[in-house]
């Protein structure tokens, strides 16, 4: 069971360029959500889909697009990646009223 | 509006020692509480929830933790530390829809042998 996948690990950008992170899961779940993590300020909601076809802002949205069109995917886009989106980035997924999240195991993106 | 404080960015303890790691949560609704775990280059996993009915939640690895609503805290403890158990722990609250949720800035646990 692979549950929830991210891609790349790793990935070096620079400033201006678009790219996409990828989240699949496995599990049937309605609810993803795309989080970012800081040094000292943990972890920030950025969008989240509680279902194909419905999307919604977090926390921190500015500068990132999301689509839902299948239950299994929800792609996070940077159109045009700045230094300050230089982070790790987490993908997770629930099913809708449990509130236990399943963590993808992260992507690591720096901006220069 | 939601938010969560983690007293102490980092934490150590001997092995065998009591573990008590401290959060402290506001929410302008009846929150949901919740600890997760995250080991190096890992993602994060659920430790245990506080939901609905009883206050003290036990959870996985012999933690547990208390909801006290007078004090809006949810402070995480062990009895008894284990090597295994050092780990970045965060503390994270949401509404009843457990559409948004709010992490605190993390908690790192450091085992001495």
């Known amino acids: 069971n692979a549950g929830v996948t991210q891609t790349p690990k790793f990935q070096v950008l620079k400033t201006g360029q678009s790219m996409t992170l990828q989240c699949a899961q496995d599990?049937?779940?309605?609810?993803m959500s795309w989080y970012r993590q800081d040094p000292g300020m943990g972890l920030r909601l950025i969008h989240y889909?509680?279902?194909?076809?419905?999307?919604d802002q977090g926390e921190v949205p500015n500068g990132y697009n999301v689509s839902r069109s299948t239950t299994e995917d929800f792609p996070l886009r940077l159109l045009s990646a700045a230094p300050s989106q230089t982070s790790v980035y987490f993908c997770?997924?629930?099913?809708?009223?449990?509130?236990?999240?399943?963590f993808g195991e992260g992507s690591r993106l720096t901006v220069l | 509006a939601q938010s969560v404080t983690q007293l102490g960015s980092h934490v150590s303890v001997s092995e065998g020692a009591l573990v008590l790691l401290r959060c402290n949560y506001s929410s302008s609704v009846p929150p949901y509480l919740f600890w997760y775990v995250q080991y190096p280059n890992q993602g994060l996993q659920l430790l245990l929830k506080?939901?609905?009915?009883?206050?003290l939640v036990k959870g996985i690895n012999g933690f547990e933790a208390e909801f006290k609503k007078s004090e809006t805290s949810f402070h995480l403890t062990k009895p008894s530390a284990h090597m295994s158990d050092a780990a970045e722990y965060f503390c994270?609250?949401?509404?009843?829809?457990?559409?948004?949720?709010?992490f605190g800035s993390g908690t790192k646990l450091n085992v001495k042998p």
């Open positions: 997770a997924s629930s099913w809708s009223g449990t509130g236990e999240l399943f």
């Open positions: 599990m049937n779940h309605e609810y």
């Open positions: 889909s509680v279902g194909a076809g419905i999307t």
């Open positions: 506080y939901t609905t009915g009883a206050t």
């Open positions: 994270a609250v949401s509404g009843n829809n457990f559409n948004k949720f709010y």
